[in-house]
């Protein structure tokens, strides 16, 4: 099946930093989802970005689909960014995403 | 919009016990997903429901079941747990997918907490 993998594992940021997650995947996809988990293992939609560029505030996220990569930008990082940023993609011709292990962010004041 | 509402929240059970988890889609999505979230495993998909039908299931056991309902509401079903079964269960909804079109985005509930003692 697909497989799909993020760096770095970890990042500690002092705040208003910025900072860039990568996210590979081994197979060509139609769809491509970033979220963020925070402390209470809420799952946040960030991004729904197949190909492209979006931007939502201070997150933007770019897909190349012909090279298989995906990257979440965080500019001017805050605390309340912390938490774990997982990118999914959907797996072996179905509907079900599959997921990354995640980055956990961790911002400092 | 109201967004995926999962219950309960918390749900505590003894080893052999069954526990049920329900959750409710958003409004016009008729496909719901179930994933696991155990310590150290990541997040794994368990089940898809679309139109009252299962339509996919993860690598788990058969006693990981459940249902979709008329009004797309789902309720996930394990039996004879296991201490392995502690994790967060989390619930997706998505609209259908159109043939020839991309994947829906899946949006997600907050999760029933499952603690297995």
């Known amino acids: 099946g697909i497989q799909v993998e993020q760096s770095p594992p970890d990042l500690i940021l002092q705040e208003g930093a910025n900072s860039t997650l990568r996210c590979n995947f081994s197979d060509s996809v139609n769809n491509l989802q970033w979220f963020h988990q925070n402390p209470w293992g809420q799952l946040i939609n960030l991004f729904y970005?197949?190909?492209g560029t979006k931007q939502n505030g201070r997150l933007s996220a770019t897909t190349v689909a012909t090279e298989r990569y995906s990257l979440l930008y965080i500019s001017s990082s805050q605390t309340t960014d912390s938490g774990v940023y997982f990118c999914a993609v959907p797996g072996g011709g179905s509907e079900k995403l599959v997921f990354g292990k995640g980055t956990k962010l961790t911002v400092n004041p | 919009e109201a967004g995926v509402t999962q219950s309960p929240t918390h749900l505590i059970k003894t080893r052999g016990q069954q526990a049920t988890l329900r959750c409710s889609p958003i409004?016009?999505?008729?496909?719901v997903y179930w994933y696991q979230q155990a310590l150290g495993l990541g997040l794994q998909f368990l089940l898809w429901y679309d139109e009252g039908e299962e339509r996919n299931r993860g690598n788990f056991p058969p006693r990981f079941s459940g249902r979709q309902f008329p009004n797309y509401s789902s309720e996930l079903n394990v039996n004879a747990l296991e201490l392995e079964d502690s994790a967060l269960y989390l619930c997706?909804?998505?609209?259908?997918?159109?043939?020839?079109?991309?994947?829906?985005?899946?949006?997600f509930g907050d999760g029933t907490r499952l603690s297995i003692l």
């Open positions: 970005i197949p190909s």
């Open positions: 409004s016009g999505h008729t496909s």
């Open positions: 997706a909804s998505s609209r259908r997918k159109k043939t020839g079109y991309s994947n829906q985005p899946q949006h």
